[in-house]
Each structure stands twice: as C-alpha cells, then as structure tokens.
C-alpha cells in the first residue's frame, strides 16, 4: 500500500472520542438530566438544603446534650435557615434568569427555562418568608439575630455582592458561621472561638474549590465570565494558592478546636483525629483538581472515600467521648 492510499484511509478512520476539544467533551457531560420534581420544588434547590445541617453539627460538636435539652428549638433552627436560604435561592434565580438562559447548565432552572413565571416565583419566595417569621418566633433572640443577619447578608449577595471576586466567598463563608451561631445560641450550648474559626475557613476552603472548578469550566468552554461575573477577577493560580492557604488554615482551626474541648483525653484525640481532618481536605483539594468539586455538597455527601473518612473520624470521637 502506498503512503498515499494510507493516509486516505486515515483521513476516513473516525477519531478516538478523547480526541475531541475537551470543552466539547465537558459539555456533554455538564448538561443535567431533566428533573422529576415539580418546578416550584426544584426552585427552592432542596438538594442545597443539607447545608443547613451546620445549625445541628455546631452545637453537637461543643455540647451535646444542649441538643437532647432543646430539641424543639433545634429543629426551629434548622427549619427557619431552611426557608430562609429557599427564599435566598429564589430571589437568586429570579435576578439571575435572563444570564442563566444563556448559560449551558443554568439554563435548565425552572425560571430561566420558563417552567415557573418570574410572579410565581415571587409569591413563592414571599411563602419562604413567612415561614421564617412563623420558625423564628419560637427561638431566643440571639438566634434571630443570626437568622436575620443571614437574610440582610444574603440580600446584599443577591442584589450586588456577588459580582465582586473574594468577597462573594467571604459571604458565603459566613452564611455557614451565622448557622453554626444560631445553632449553638438556640439551644444555649457554649461558644467555642476555635470552632467558628474552622466552620469559617472550612466553608471559604470549599468555595474556592467550587470557583475553581467554575472557572475551568468556563475557560474550556471560551466563556470566562458568562455564567458569573466575579469569575473575571479570578485566575487558577491564584485559587490555587488560596486553597493552599486555606487548607492550613483550616487545619489549625481544627486543631485548636480539638485541643480547647472540655474532655480529659482532649489532647490525645486532637492527636489521632488530625489524620482524618488532613485527608478531609486533602481529598478535596484532589477532586478539585480533577475538575470534579463542582458542588461542595454533593462531592461531599456522595464520595466514597470521603464518607467513609467521615464514618471512621465520627466513630473516633464518640469512642473518646465515651472513655
């Protein structure tokens, strides 16, 4: 055979599917299945509802049994940050839904693909609402304060804060601080510095991972900024270096919580427990880095060697507890 006639048939021979440009490859595999749930449903974003969770985890890591002691005010807290961040994701989407029809993934949300009018969508905001106010009745002040915070901060988010790079981490990272507060002021467990220090780095860690990911994404598919205007002050250096620095953080904030808990056995379970906490967020920087960390909470809750870190670290620190 000639050289000729071989590359005639190379010319013919398809092309491997890994040959392709990678955004186009990315594309396909970002565009989400068609939800099954109801639109006003899926607008309140319910799989983002595990976030609230931190109301609960913050005072069962200083002082369980203020749980035991107020259940009813803990289930408040969590159900009163439950509608506050739905009403939160509405007001979002509602702001949002000329940009999202544009954008490839975001474009399937109720109010940008047209499945929920912009006036329903209001009323079912102005819903969430009013079940804050009716939850948030039944908590002491400190905790409506922290709710109330929340809602301001998120409105200001909403309106214009999000546009600006580092600072729309930091308010996100604070939303889940304003959680863990109101959570241990409603049930009247003690306020541990240490802790809010790495629930704060913690949550700035995991959202420079997901901007991280957002700003591959965006790059590969030639549309930097299109989805989120903050992305345009960002770099992957520069994230990069920012999630090294946070991943320390976070770190120290951990220990220093472990080590100022009011146990006998204090020091040795910071010791033994600090392996688990490294792999935590080393895990995480490596799912980020693999282009997989887009959604923290979702990377979080169905990574394998993820959760079952988080099974052997909880069963750690109940074995410490008990002894």
């Keep these: 055979m000639t050289l000729k006639s071989t590359q005639a048939v190379d010319e013919h021979r398809p092309a491997p599917p890994s040959s392709g440009p990678p955004y186009v490859l990315l594309s396909a595999a970002a565009v989400p299945r068609r939800s099954r749930l109801p639109a006003p449903l899926l607008l309140l974003r319910p799989r983002q509802w595990v976030k609230n969770v931190f109301v609960l985890i913050a005072p069962l890591a200083v002082d369980p ?40 993934v975001k474009r399937h949300r109720p109010l940008a693909s047209g499945r929920i009018g912009p006036a329903g969508a209001l009323v079912l905001g102005g819903t969430c609402l009013a079940a804050l106010v009716v939850t948030g009745l039944a908590l002491p002040p400190g905790a409506q304060a922290a709710i109330a915070g929340y809602a301001v901060l998120n409105l200001a988010y909403c309106l214009a804060l999000k546009h600006y790079p580092l600072i729309d981490v930091s308010l996100v990272a604070t939303g889940f601080v304003l959680r863990a507060v109101a959570g241990c002021v409603a049930v009247a467990a003690p306020f541990n510095p240490a802790l809010i220090i790495s629930v704060y780095c913690t949550c700035l860690l995991l959202s420079l991972g997901k901007r991280r990911h957002e700003l591959v994404t965006a790059e590969l598919r030639g549309q930097a900024v299109a989805g989120r205007p903050a992305l345009a002050g960002y770099s992957v250096p520069l994230l990069d270096q920012l999630i090294a620095v946070l991943l320390a953080a976070t770190l120290i904030g951990y220990e220093l919580f472990a080590l100022s808990a009011p146990h006998p056995h204090a020091p040795v379970l910071a010791v033994v427990t600090v392996p688990f906490a490294v792999f935590a967020v080393c895990r995480y ?36 507890r008990l002894l």
Excluded at 71 to 92: D, E, I, K, M, Q
């Design 65 to 104: 049994a203020a749980l035991l002691r107020h259940p009813g005010r803990a289930l408040a807290a969590l159900l009163a940050f439950t509608a506050a961040s739905a009403a939160v994701y509405v007001l979002n989407d509602w702001l949002d839904r000329e940009r999202d029809r544009l954008h490839p």
């Design 285 to 320: 920087v490596q799912l980020v880095s693999q282009r997989r960390g887009g959604e923290p909470g979702r990377d979080v809750l169905t990574d394998a060697p993820l959760v079952v870190n988080a099974l052997l670290w909880l069963a750690c620190l109940a074995v410490g």
